[in-house]
């Protein structure tokens, strides 16, 4: 039950705040959730997940310049 995440998915401008409960466990819905992945809003714009792998990219391509910098002929 740590695992468990909920999230209303609605286009609406307001939030959904009910949560659900199981036994003696209480879910709150979450604004963003990440699923094999991939992070989804309750709008699923998919404006998170871009934002990350764009964020996941920019510091592989900074990882392969700090190694270009460190021999003499290698370009990158």
């Known amino acids: 039950m740590k695992k468990t995440e ?3 998915f609605n286009y609406a401008n307001r939030s959904l705040n009910e949560s659900v409960k199981i036994k ?6 979450k604004e963003v959730v990440k699923w094999l992945g991939i992070w989804f809003d309750r ?4 404006k998170i ?4 792998r764009i964020a996941s990219a ?3 391509f900074y990882a392969i310049k700090r190694l270009v910098n460190i021999e ?5």
């Open 6 to 8: 909920l999230i209303h």
């Open 43 to 46: 709008k699923l714009s998919f």
């Open 24 to 29: 003696e466990f209480t879910i709150k819905p």
């Open 49 to 52: 997940h871009v934002e990350n």
């Open 58 to 60: 920019s510091r592989m």
């Open 72 to 76: 003499k002929d290698l370009s990158f």
